[in-house]
């Protein structure tokens, strides 16, 4: 996308949406704020969440003269608090800082890691030789449990590049636990969803699952524990959590799972000990970065797959001009583009600490061009479609390709994103997870927040060749995608989704809707989604296959609508984006409907 034509989208953006309809910005973070708008404009700062309470914590920080990062802490902090089974201390996640400063995106890797004595086969239940079921037997394990990553990430971020201690930033969240907030219909389906899981556990449903049903919608909803061990860490910092008594407990719980007698779920033990915690480290490393119409488009390198897959992805587009297409065509080739670049995922990409990863050559130009050729304008490829061959290309068509490999999907869809830029257009796009929605189902005893069950992420039964084996020390490979691009080396867009192994397509499709296809963000955001991993059928949403689905039929795609027993919800994700034209106006973006809809805020609206 050319500079005027930014600009001209971004004015359109402003028309369409309404300036002036921007989001109530509370004076300080109201813990019950319920007020949330999809969209904001304005200046002075922004964030964009998929929680009201959470952005409003955020933007707290920015009125008081914090910047981005100390913001994206807060943010992520009050996230803990009200989604707590889609993120928070006990899971990990990648944060991503540009530096308006330097000009230099830089990316925090706080993925957790398989403890140094993960077996090979801790995911086959001895009693049969074979995989436990996936869900809920083996995901409501210890032996599902990765060292946590995201306190680590935390501190981090605020040593490199804050401006705010972690006691400070800390602060709004402890006022949204031990003040509570006020519980919707998400929270609440989500403690359903989780009841049997939930129920395994003695602290787990005390919590979650008072008097035996999860909290009704409009009450108000209270975690003292997490609040205490919040005001903990505020004052001990993180080595309260990784070394001493904190850690104990965390190894206690998952080697030996505080169960109740009464639950059939198997609850396999895990394997972390109190040194694993004390030897966890985050991984400090460069961006993944590919040119897209003329913009630089920043991804999360391995071990998250986000930065390799779109930037593949971005790169075979690159080849055709969508913006002239029809949309059912455009598509085609989005679709198509995915297919190819998962190929090269499922057989290239794992941890880089473990596994030769060619970062370089899957987000380089030529071999996008190359891996193009295998894109028919007219026609859908069958699927599973075969791996390039990143030893030899030229960026010239190949006479053959290799042998497909079949795809094994089975990421879920919790994890949440947060987007903030700030007045002096530093900017932050960070996604965290805690991997299933509820994670392992497990709490530490009396601590108030649920551990992750991450390493699920690991291919099940282990095979040598395979980029993501389990291995002890390891990082399971991820698909989330904190994402930044920069139009002339200027702040333009930081955006990010949760969704598994959707998150990849959803951040891809969203780009290729703002840049290509001439919509704003809002309605980039909005439009309905369908997410092709390079398996037989694309999966889409109800009004994607109502819009496009007859048209897509005639390239020869098979859809399917989204849901199924990962994804029970028929909805792709949940974007959550903040936007600066080349005025410096911002707008954050969040979703106006998936997941009950997020919350977008500005510290200045625009009148
Ligand atoms: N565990 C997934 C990953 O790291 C994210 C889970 C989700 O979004 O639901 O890619």
Not at 257 to 264: C, G, Q, V, W
Not at 414 to 428: A, F, I, K
Request: hydrophobic letters at 40%; charged letters at 20%.
């Amino acid at each position: 996308m050319s500079r005027p034509r930014i600009r001209a989208l971004a004015c359109a953006a402003a028309l369409a949406l309404g300036l002036g309809a921007a989001s109530a910005v509370p004076a300080s973070a109201d813990p019950r704020q319920t007020e949330k708008d999809p969209i904001a404009q304005g200046s002075g700062g922004a964030v964009a969440s998929v929680d009201p309470q959470a952005s409003a914590a955020g933007i707290e920080i920015l009125r008081k003269g914090g910047n981005a990062v100390d913001a994206a802490v807060a943010t992520a902090a009050a996230l803990g608090v009200t989604e707590p089974y889609s993120a928070g201390i006990g899971g990990g996640g990648y944060f991503m800082y540009y530096n308006a400063k330097t000009g230099k995106v830089s990316t925090i890797d706080g993925r957790e890691t398989a403890p140094a004595a993960m077996p090979h086969d801790a995911f086959i239940d001895p009693a049969t030789g074979k995989p436990y079921n996936f869900t809920p037997e083996l995901v409501t394990s210890g032996a599902a449990v990765g060292v946590p990553g995201t306190l680590a990430t935390w501190q981090r971020a605020l040593d490199n590049w804050g401006t705010q201690d972690l006691k400070k930033v800390l602060h709004p969240a402890i006022q949204t636990a031990s003040r509570g907030f006020v519980v919707d219909t998400t929270f609440r389906e989500q403690t359903l969803d989780n009841k049997k899981r939930f129920e395994a556990f003695p602290d787990t449903s005390e919590l979650y699952l008072p008097g035996g049903d999860a909290p009704k919608v409009g009450s108000i909803f209270k975690n003292h524990d997490l609040a205490a061990t919040y005001r903990l860490l505020a004052k001990s910092g993180p080595k309260a959590f990784y070394q001493g008594e904190l850690a104990q407990e965390i190894a206690d719980t998952v080697t030996a799972p505080p169960k109740n007698a009464d639950t059939d779920l198997p609850v396999p033990a895990g394997f972390i000990t109190a040194k694993d915690l004390a030897d966890y480290a985050v991984v400090e490393q460069a961006p993944t970065k590919v040119e897209y119409r003329g913009l630089e488009v920043f991804g999360m390198a391995p071990s998250s797959s986000g930065g390799t897959t779109i930037g593949e992805s971005l790169n075979i587009l690159e080849q055709f001009d969508l913006s002239s297409m029809q949309t059912p065509s455009a598509l085609h080739h989005y679709l198509e583009a995915t297919a190819l670049a998962y190929a090269d995922r499922g057989k290239f990409v794992g941890d880089p600490a473990f596994v030769d990863v060619p970062t370089r050559t899957l987000t380089s130009q030529l071999f996008g061009a190359e891996r193009a050729c295998a894109l028919d304008p007219a026609r859908a490829a069958v699927k599973p479609v075969a791996p390039g061959d990143v030893e030899n290309f030229d960026g010239l068509c190949p006479a053959e390709t290799g042998a497909p490999v079949d795809e094994q999907d089975t990421e879920n869809v919790s994890t949440t994103h947060l987007s903030v830029v700030d007045r002096w257009g530093n900017m932050v796009s960070y996604t965290l997870t805690i991997e299933q929605t509820g994670g392992s189902g497990m709490m530490v005893p009396g601590r108030g927040f649920l551990l992750n069950n991450e390493l699920t992420d690991f291919s099940t039964v282990y095979n040598p060749e395979d980029p993501n084996r389990i291995d002890p020390g390891k990082r399971p490979r991820s698909s989330m995608s904190p994402t930044i691009v920069l139009r002339d080396g200027q702040p333009a867009l930081a955006i990010g989704s949760p969704g598994g192994s959707t998150i990849i397509t959803t951040v891809l499709q969203t780009l290729v809707n703002r840049i290509d296809l001439g919509m704003d963000i809002g309605q980039a955001i909005a439009a309905p989604r369908a997410s092709q991993r390079n398996t037989a059928a694309v999966t889409a949403e109800p009004e994607f296959i109502t819009a496009y689905g007859s048209a897509l039929e005639a390239f020869g795609h098979k859809l399917t609508p989204a849901g199924d027993s990962f994804t029970p919800q028929a909805e792709i994700g949940a974007v959550a984006a903040v936007e600066v034209d080349s005025h410096g106006k911002l707008t954050a973006a969040a979703e106006p409907v998936r997941r009950g809809g997020g919350s977008a805020m500005v510290v200045k609206p625009a009148k």
